[in-house]
């Protein structure tokens, strides 16, 4: 695996804007039709002047490519003994977890305030903000395997086309955790670059970041309202206590810290049990696992929408690096989890408010 650069400390300027818009290398692909979200390219020259910029310690690391050879490249910030670990866009029409999380980067290597000096002392702070750069070109959900491609998925059976990122998490399970085989290579390399980057680590946690779909009301609490973001713990059989007690504790910082700021209302996301999902995998691994669904992906809202989604996120963001942070994460009771409320399901999704008087 190839170093981008070296660790390094360098002085300079307090803060560095966001990168502005490049000329991609990949020709008439939708991800390029919009200045809302970034590009793969972007992302590269983001981190690229940030390596620059940084004021502290700093790094770019190659980890693998995708199914198109884009390259996936993990940014390491801070000096502190404790690893914690984001990610973004493991499905590529969910990009709000990477305008977050290059936000979140630039503040804690460039900015001087407070929150960074202490999250940049006490932890090492490695995310991944783009892990499925060909789905996140074309704006969809899997990678960019072609239609004839074919697996044995351990949980699906045969399968065939692009794979769904966040489902070949399985992959370095141990067999009895599975209840089939498993394919000779994993058909997502997006993620079996991250899985090896994640084990090899040994994180105290993992953060997913992702969007939801639709609007998701809650007539009898919140009438009119909209849940903006639904979390989630491991909740996969073969989870160990420690794990679930300490994701737990990391959704309730999140709703303590996040609800009713930038009016955002959060709730418990409905997600499933199976062992090869993100959330529930590096829960069985052994590490703390939490899910962020924002609602809404890239064509269900406005540009002002989406400033208020990516303040919401950083909020949950920043409310779990300062209490782990400062150690107040592990004094909380994981038993809160039952104050959050529960998100409908998808069968009672709402529509979105301008769609009510749209024709």
């Known amino acids: 695996m190839r170093r981008r650069s070296a660790l390094?400390?360098?002085?300079?300027?307090?803060?560095?804007?966001?990168?502005?818009?490049?000329?991609?290398?990949?020709?008439s692909l939708p991800r390029e039709e919009t200045k809302r979200f970034y590009t793969h390219q972007e992302v590269q020259d983001?981190?690229?002047?940030?390596?620059?910029?940084?004021?502290?310690p700093f790094e770019l690391e190659e980890i693998g490519e995708s199914v198109e050879d884009r390259e996936l490249t993990v940014a390491r910030v801070g000096s502190g003994d404790t690893d914690v670990f984001f990610v973004s866009e493991q499905h590529g029409d969910e990009p709000t977890g990477t305008n977050a999380l290059l936000a979140e980067l630039r503040e804690l290597a460039t900015s001087?305030?407070?929150?960074?000096?202490?999250v940049t002392e006490e932890l090492t702070v490695h995310v991944l903000p783009m892990q499925n750069p060909d789905g996140a070109m074309r704006n969809q959900r899997e990678?960019?395997?072609?239609?004839?491609?074919?697996?044995?998925?351990?949980?699906?059976?045969?399968?065939?086309?692009?794979?769904?990122?966040?489902?070949?998490?399985?992959?370095?399970?141990?067999?009895?955790?599975?209840?089939?085989p498993k394919p000779d290579e994993n058909p997502s390399p997006e993620t079996q670059a991250m899985l090896e980057y994640?084990?090899?680590?040994?994180?105290?946690?993992?953060?997913?970041?992702?969007?939801?779909?639709?609007?998701?009301?809650?007539?009898?609490?919140?009438?009119?309202?909209?849940?903006?973001?639904?979390?989630?713990?491991?909740?996969?059989?073969?989870?160990?206590?420690?794990?679930?007690?300490?994701?737990?504790?990391?959704?309730?910082?999140?709703?303590?810290?996040?609800?009713?700021?930038?009016?955002?209302?959060?709730?418990?996301?409905?997600?499933?049990?199976t062992v090869n999902i993100a959330r529930n995998a590096y829960g069985a691994y052994g590490f703390g696992s939490i899910l962020n669904e924002m609602t809404g992906q890239t064509g269900d809202r406005g540009e002002r929408m989406e400033g208020q989604m990516v303040?919401?996120?950083?909020?949950?963001?920043?409310?779990?690096?300062?209490?782990?942070?400062?150690?107040?994460?592990?004094?909380?009771?994981?038993?809160?989890?039952?104050?959050?409320?529960?998100?409908?399901?998808?069968?009672?999704?709402?529509?979105?408010?301008?769609?009510?008087?749209?024709?």
């Open 8 to 27: 390094k400390l360098l002085g300079g300027a307090a803060g560095a804007g966001m990168f502005a818009a490049t000329v991609s290398a990949d020709d």
């Open 46 to 56: 983001f981190l690229d002047d940030l390596d620059r910029r940084a004021r502290r």
């Open 112 to 118: 001087g305030s407070p929150f960074a000096r202490t």
């Open 143 to 180: 990678n960019a395997r072609p239609n004839d491609y074919t697996w044995e998925d351990p949980f699906e059976g045969t399968q065939s086309g692009p794979a769904d990122p966040n489902r070949q998490h399985y992959y370095e399970l141990p067999e009895e955790e599975l209840p089939g």
């Open 198 to 273: 994640v084990l090899d680590l040994e994180p105290l946690w993992v953060s997913d970041l992702h969007t939801q779909s639709g609007m998701y009301y809650d007539e009898a609490e919140n009438p009119g309202d909209m849940f903006h973001s639904s979390n989630f713990w491991p909740i996969a059989d073969a989870v160990g206590t420690d794990s679930i007690e300490l994701s737990q504790r990391l959704n309730v910082s999140m709703y303590d810290h996040a609800e009713d700021r930038a009016n955002a209302q959060l709730s418990v996301y409905p997600g499933g049990d």
């Open 311 to 359: 303040r919401i996120m950083r909020n949950e963001n920043r409310a779990i690096l300062e209490e782990t942070a400062d150690g107040t994460l592990f004094e909380r009771d994981p038993d809160r989890v039952e104050e959050i409320p529960d998100r409908p399901g998808f069968g009672e999704a709402g529509d979105w408010p301008w769609e009510a008087t749209t024709e």
